[in-house]
């Protein structure tokens, strides 16, 4: 039986020029243009920042970093930016071999702080 893969996303409504979403779950080709549309939805609303809460993430793969990349450099030409909020070994891992600190701001954080 093939492997379900999840992902749980949650976007509240924008405050003062930014976005929250939430994302519980794994970040992968299979959950990429969920992704996608729930940080088209949070962008179309006109905000310049989005954070990403990704501290429930227990997997990020090249697909779902290519995603998250895209919409980081989609903010820094509107004059905005993308903070990715993360919390797991693995995901921190992915963050450290792929170097994306100048595309945009990482700021780890255990899962229960806020």
Avoid at 34 to 46: K, M, N, Y
């Amino acid at each position: 039986m093939a492997k379900r893969h999840s992902l749980t996303a949650k976007s509240d409504l924008p405050v003062d020029g930014w976005a929250s979403v939430t994302l519980t779950g794994e970040l992968d080709l299979a959950s990429a243009d969920r992704l996608r549309d729930v940080l088209e939805g949070a962008i179309d609303t006109g905000v310049r920042i989005v954070s990403v809460d990704a501290r429930q993430v227990t997997l990020l793969d090249s697909t779902s970093l290519g995603v998250l990349l895209f919409f980081a450099r989609l903010l820094r030409d509107r004059g905005g930016h993308l903070e990715l909020v993360y919390a797991t070994p693995s995901v921190k891992r992915t963050l450290q071999v792929a170097a994306l600190g100048r595309a945009m701001e990482l700021v780890e954080r255990p899962a229960g702080d806020s």
